[in-house]
């Protein structure tokens, strides 16, 4: 288990491979496009909080949000599978990439959402989901975007000082790499599969 909470070197990671994982772009629960690229008016934010599946169901069913896909991101390893990034070997996260209609919600109720839903000073885990794959992680891919992350960072640490929890936030935000997705069968799967493992489990702090 310290092993998996140590992040993998560039040099010892996994090689990965050229070819992407193949998925049905249709979002199993809107029918939207999860290939949608943002335009301006769409806009798009990689976040990571534990598990993915719990995650993007709780990123789907918010305002304003056009599409959802789980993938993988901040990592070395190319094309991961799933099982290669649980090996902690590619230094990759489990991520939702949320795409948003800007003229309907904010990049700030976004990340409110994201601040209160699971513990983001755990370091190398999620409750009981231990890795480097679970950490908490922003990528954003512009730098206003950037700055709006670490702005509501600062006013959450300020909450949780405020309610007397303990610790610093350890959420790494950045400016994207390259994400990949995960192949179909985690695509949605907690409206494919509704008594399927969900780990969120916010500090009970709310934004402020």
Request: net charge negative.
């Amino acid at each position: 288990m310290k092993d998996k909470q140590q992040l993998v070197s560039q040099e010892d990671a996994l090689v990965g491979r050229t070819q992407a994982q193949k998925v049905d772009p249709i979002h199993f629960v809107n029918q939207s496009d999860m290939t949608l690229a943002a335009d301006g008016v769409l806009k798009e934010i990689i976040i990571g909080m534990g598990c993915f599946w719990g995650a993007e169901r709780l990123m789907w069913q918010q305002p304003g949000v056009v599409t959802t896909s789980v993938g993988y991101c901040g990592g070395f390893t190319p094309n991961p599978t799933y099982d290669e990034v649980c090996t902690g070997r590619t230094g990759h996260v489990e991520v939702v990439r949320v795409v948003y209609d800007s003229t309907v919600t904010t990049l700030e109720d976004v990340l409110t959402v994201f601040w209160e839903n699971h513990d983001p000073t755990q370091g190398m885990r999620q409750g009981g989901d231990i890795g480097t794959q679970y950490r908490s992680v922003v990528y954003t891919h512009d730098q206003q975007d950037l700055e709006i992350a670490n702005q509501s960072k600062r006013a959450y640490q300020l909450a949780l000082q405020q309610a007397n929890k303990a610790g610093p936030i350890t959420t790494e935000i950045q400016c994207a790499a390259e994400y990949y997705f995960a192949d179909d069968y985690h695509q949605q799967y907690l409206a494919k599969n509704p008594n399927g493992y969900c780990g969120l489990g916010g500090t009970g702090v709310c934004f402020i």
